[in-house]
């Protein structure tokens, strides 16, 4: 029994100093040394994070960032349809030369063409045969008028001459009102006709090519279409759910791909009533300048609205956030050494490394400056 119990005594010191020989360790000097313990001992289900020296995990103090709120869309440059212009010709006829074609600057008074017109020369006929019957008109008024004072006709035939002179004068004025309407010069008679641009800018539509007919204007389609590359509009396509932040008269930022140094200002001039049925979304029309012609049709660009009222909103340092699963995440301090993982809606990155945080921490409140300290031990 004496010798059982001595054993028993004997295994119990041996297991105990064995335990405290692992607990440290010894150095060359003879001093023992205690291990570094972890960082973060432990995380429970609340998001709270233990750890046993909480000195080393700096804090820094949540800012303040005030702003409206931003709405970024995608939208494409247009012409102005009030600044297209059409080239027509009155005169039906036959193409003999064409000196513009489509996507040419084109600038006011330019010959674009000449066309071969029978109706030219139907005109210019009328025209000669006008100034003929004035002429003789004229003649036989004067014939009148010396044939009254002798006394060999009455006043009605006077009358009557007066009346054919004032008819063939009046013809005179259409038909030189005819050539003019048709674009020719009274003052050259030709069949051939030159039509000039009314306007200067870009040729966007041709349809008419050399030795093509040209019809009246009951069927046939513009020769050419001018569009004034000095104002254009910008279309965007904005979701049902943004539509708040677009006001009528308001400015919108014009962020250009092909020039990202440059920032353009347009103006919203029409939110249209109809959604698209398929993707929800308005057309909303912005008026700008177009600054030496930089903005080519078809070009895609971003434009930034603003809205009315200040949004305010915490910022913090981007090593601050946690992305975890698809969200965001900040630590801050919590009593007795203790730090709670809160989970925050990120916003915009900010200038000096700064990120804005929508929603979860306010301005003012401690949080953890590096959170992927925390990141090794953390419980997922």
């Excluded at 059409?86 to 064409?98: K, N, T």
């Excluded at 006709?153 to 008819?167: M, R």
Aim: hydrophobic share 40%; aromatic share 6%.
């Amino acid at each position: 029994m004496n010798r059982n119990v001595l054993r028993i005594g004997f295994l119990c010191l041996a297991s105990a100093l064995f335990l405290a020989g692992c607990g440290n360790k010894v150095s060359a000097s003879g001093k023992a040394t205690t291990l570094a313990p972890a960082a973060v001992e432990h995380e429970e289900n609340t998001g709270l994070v233990t750890v046993d020296r909480p000195d080393q995990f700096p804090f820094v103090t949540a800012g303040e960032h005030m702003e409206t709120p931003e709405l970024n869309v995608t939208g494409s440059v247009s012409p102005d349809v009030s600044r297209n212009i059409p080239v027509i010709s009155l005169a039906s006829g036959r193409v003999v030369e064409i000196h513009a074609r489509i996507g040419d600057a084109v600038t006011e008074g330019q010959l674009l063409m000449r066309i071969q017109s029978s109706d030219i020369s139907q005109a210019f006929s009328d025209y000669r045969q006008a100034l003929a019957d004035e002429e003789l008109a004229s003649k036989q008024l004067e014939r009148a008028e010396l044939l009254y004072e002798k006394g060999a006709i009455a006043q009605k035939d006077v009358e009557v001459a007066e009346d054919a002179e004032v008819k063939t004068k009046v013809t005179v004025e259409t038909t030189t009102e005819h050539l003019r309407l048709l674009g020719a010069d009274v003052s050259q008679p030709s069949a051939l006709i030159e039509i000039h641009a009314p306007v200067s800018g870009i040729i966007i539509e041709q349809n008419v090519t050399a030795a093509a007919g040209v019809k009246t204007l009951d069927n046939s389609p513009n020769l050419f279409t001018i569009a004034d590359t000095s104002q254009v509009w910008i279309i965007c396509d904005v979701y049902e759910d943004d539509l708040p932040t677009v006001h009528l008269g308001e400015y919108a930022d014009i962020h250009l791909n092909a020039y990202p140094d440059r920032v353009l200002k347009g103006k919203v001039s029409n939110v249209s009533p109809i959604l698209d049925p398929n993707i929800r979304t308005a057309k909303v029309r912005l008026e700008l300048e177009n600054p030496d012609n930089i903005l080519r049709f078809g070009m895609f660009v971003t434009a930034t609205f603003h809205g009315m009222e200040w949004h305010r909103s915490a910022t913090v340092p981007a090593a601050a956030v946690l992305h975890l699963h698809d969200r965001d995440w900040v630590y801050i301090p919590a009593d007795r050494g203790l730090f709670q993982r809160v989970e925050v809606v990120a916003g915009k990155m900010l200038p000096g490394g700064l990120q804005a945080i929508e929603s979860g921490i306010k301005p003012g409140q401690q949080v953890v400056s590096r959170s992927l300290i925390f990141l090794g031990t953390t419980e997922q």
